[in-house]
């Protein structure tokens, strides 16, 4: 007889992946914005921290509208994990939009609608609202059924009460839908919103904690409300301008949300939007969440955009603006003109600049040492400081490229920790810039439209070496 196959099952988990600033939880400051050593996954950076501690708690405020940072330094000085530490930091009310220079001229809409809407992503609205919600613990759920299906719709009582006071609720076949979707029973506590029907289940009162033996590590456990059954509750709602925008420019505007099919937004509809805002902000309904913009590579950026810049700033309801570049001296997009950071310089004029500096051998190892850890490889001595040796030689991000191929190399040869040996293997397998450098002026021959002319080869060494 055949052998019965059982049905294999397995945990559904949620994939986590590991990306180049997963590791980054903050930007690792203290109450009084001293940096600290190592903290948060940042490593080393210290006044360029501080710096953006600074500018945190001013976007914190809210004051400020319209101040530009720029973050300049070398390649792989963690300008971007700066940016990434303040957007962490700042929690999930504040909006954070991240942008790339390049991204701006591949969107199909015009380069100024593109800021624009980016803009407005990174400005936040408090919206409050006062609503008549009753709140209790139940008592006793009722709903009869009736003896024959069809007949007659469903009809129950609903038992509330509070500290001072008991209520018998009439309901109907929608509430008696709601509660059974939400699995009320006595002994919870609920908060019905009485303009929208919704049932809220806030967790079970204490008074019935011993009515079962076991309980779930999910059931909460909470006080019965005091005083009167029905409340006035302010209820406060967050959204960004953009997503406003989005859904008064169409009539089927809350889809374009999800579609990201949102195309050009007529300046009337801002202007109507704005309006009903300012009205709002008078009368204390809504409050004004400035946020922060990040463009990363700004130098991808012409001089069109930059202009657009320059006046948007100038705007009461601008966010903080964090620009990054790892450019020095060079052209400004779209003009024959070189300025620093290929940015104009009336611009440059407005911009807070926060420098990053080189990391350190020991600052190296200990972004390799975060980087292990957070790639889940387990990695020798020996191994950890040859890797820090090629770091500080070649480039950090060359470095912690070889982490996970190191670690496949282990895996290959059946090691549990990765050695000396699996660090050199990968090492030859995989060249850096400057060993892929010296190859091409080898074999430079060989190659197809090589233009390096025998006069130039001694600038290349020196701009390579």
């Given at each position: 007889m055949a052998e019965l196959k059982l049905s294999e099952s397995r945990d559904l988990t949620r994939i986590e992946r590991i990306g180049a600033h997963s590791h980054i939880r903050g930007l690792g400051l203290d109450s009084s914005l001293e940096p600290r050593a190592v903290s948060e996954g940042m490593v080393g950076q210290t006044s360029a921290r501080k710096a953006a501690g600074v500018i945190l708690q001013m976007i914190r405020d809210g004051k400020i509208a319209g101040r530009?940072?720029?973050?300049a330094g070398q390649p792989g000085t963690g300008k971007t994990a700066i940016a990434m530490g303040m957007a962490k930091s700042l929690g999930l009310e504040t909006p954070f939009a991240m942008i790339a220079g390049s991204e701006l001229f591949s969107l199909e809409m015009s380069k100024t609608e593109a800021l624009t809407q980016a803009f407005r992503k990174a400005i936040g609205v408090r919206i409050k609202e006062e609503t008549e919600v009753?709140?209790?613990e139940v008592v006793e759920v009722q709903i009869d059924r009736p003896a024959v299906a069809g007949a007659a719709s469903k009809s129950g009582k609903l038992t509330l009460k509070t500290t001072e006071m008991e209520t018998v609720y009439d309901l109907g076949a929608k509430m008696i839908e709601a509660l059974g979707k939400e699995k009320v029973t006595s002994g919870d506590v609920i908060a019905i919103d009485k303009a929208s029907g919704k049932i809220t289940k806030l967790g079970r009162s204490f008074s019935r904690s011993r009515d079962f033996d076991a309980m779930g590590p999910q059931v909460k456990f909470v006080q019965c409300p005091d005083g009167e059954l029905q409340k006035r509750k302010e209820v406060v709602h967050c959204v960004t301008l953009h997503e406003i925008d989005v859904i008064n420019?169409?009539?089927?505007?809350?889809?374009?949300?999800?579609t990201g099919d949102t195309g050009e937004i007529r300046a009337e509809v801002r202007e109507q939007i704005d309006t009903k805002v300012a009205e709002w902000r008078e009368e204390g309904k809504a409050e004004i969440v400035p946020g922060v913009l990040f463009i990363d590579e700004v130098h991808m950026l012409d001089i069109e955009c930059f202009s657009f810049l320059n006046r948007a700033l100038e705007n009461e309801m601008a966010p903080i603006l964090v620009v990054a570049t790892n450019r020095g001296i060079t052209n400004i997009r779209g003009t024959n003109y070189k300025s620093p950071h290929g940015i104009p310089i009336d611009l440059l004029d407005r911009l807070?600049?926060?420098?990053?500096?080189?990391?350190?051998?020991?600052e190296i190892r200990k972004i390799l040492d975060i980087r292990c850890q957070e790639e889940d490889v387990e990695m020798a001595e020996g191994a950890k400081q040859l890797l820090t040796k090629i770091g500080v030689e070649t480039s950090l991000r060359y470095a912690i490229h070889l982490i996970i191929a190191a670690a496949l190399a282990c895996q290959k040869r059946k090691g549990?920790?990765?050695?000396?040996e699996d660090i050199n293997r990968v090492y030859h397998l995989f060249?850096?810039?400057?060993?892929?450098?010296?190859?091409?002026?080898?074999?430079?021959?060989?190659?197809?439209?090589?233009?390096?002319?025998?006069?130039?080869?001694?600038d290349v060494h020196a701009t390579v070496f």
């Open positions: 530009a940072v720029l973050l009753i709140e209790g420019s169409r009539t089927q505007g809350f889809l374009a949300l999800f807070l600049i926060i420098s990053t500096q080189p990391y350190t051998e020991e549990k920790v990765v050695e000396l060249l850096d810039v400057k060993r892929s450098t010296q190859y091409l002026m080898e074999y430079q021959n060989q190659y197809m439209f090589n233009e390096t002319g025998e006069g130039e080869d001694d």
